[in-house]
């Protein structure tokens, strides 16, 4: 069945370093693809998404292009804040008759001053 | 309303008891999600409502655990004899078919 994994966490960055949290995925066909975010005591959001091969989505400076060949959407930012820690969620959701939502585990970001 | 709604946002329960857990999707969106987050973990997959087909009910973990979506549209999480490990925050979503889902703020479930 179509899965989602993610790098494990915590990742632990200083303030205006260059961040990346890996994702890979396996599914049939062409799903789309979602990062989600959830800061400290909020609900998840969509941060952002690309719903086919080689499309880059992008937002609040991060950013993350669907690989079809290598089955990836790493999300990538050229200089994170302390505002930026949070929990990252990797997602898909297939093209097959259920299209179900898959979230992959997580990967905690901190950001040091 | 504009975006998913929960209710309660906070439950607080005996050992032993019911609950009935309700979310209100928004308008016209025909897929419904709930999830499970235990403190400090990632989300566990439920169950899944879209339009009027079955639902995918193979992410509940007991049968003590059990949905309904009404109409197509608001639906609740009923939890039935309540165990100290049922605790975790419960999060609905919807969504347009295969567009990004909206989450609401869950309701938080303490069973003392």
């Known amino acids: 069945g179509d899965s989602v994994t993610q790098m494990e966490g915590p990742v632990t960055l200083s303030e205006e370093a260059f961040l990346t949290i890996n994702c890979t995925y396996t599914?049939?066909?062409?799903?789309?693809l979602f990062w989600y975010v959830q800061y400290p005591g909020e609900g998840l959001q969509l941060l952002l998404k690309?719903?086919?091969?080689?499309d880059k989505g992008s937002n609040k400076g991060f950013e993350a292009t669907y690989r079809k060949e290598t089955t990836s959407f790493h999300l990538e930012k050229g200089s994170v804040q302390v505002s930026d820690s949070a929990v990252y969620f990797c997602?898909?959701?297939?093209?097959?008759?259920?299209?179900?939502?898959?979230f992959g585990t997580g990967t905690l970001l901190a950001v040091q001053p | 309303g504009a975006g998913v709604s929960q209710s309660p946002s906070n439950k607080v329960t005996e050992k032993g008891k019911d609950v009935e857990l309700r979310c209100d999707p928004i308008?016209?969106?025909?897929?419904l999600y709930w999830y499970r987050q235990s403190l400090g973990q990632g989300l566990e997959f439920l169950i899944y409502?879209?339009?009027?087909?079955?639902?995918?009910k193979s992410g509940l973990p007991s049968d003590r655990f059990s949905a309904e979506r009404t109409g197509g549209s608001v639906s609740t999480l009923t939890i039935q004899r309540t165990q100290q490990e049922d605790s975790a925050v419960y999060l609905c979503?919807?969504?347009?078919?295969?567009?990004?889902?909206?989450f609401g703020q869950g309701t938080r479930l303490t069973v003392v």
């Open positions: 997602a898909l959701s297939g093209d097959g008759a259920t299209n179900k939502l898959i």
């Open positions: 599914a049939t066909g062409y799903p789309s």
């Open positions: 690309a719903t086919k091969a080689d």
């Open positions: 308008s016209g969106h025909t897929a």
């Open positions: 409502f879209q339009g009027n087909s079955a639902p995918d």
């Open positions: 979503a919807s969504a347009r078919g295969r567009a990004e889902a909206f």
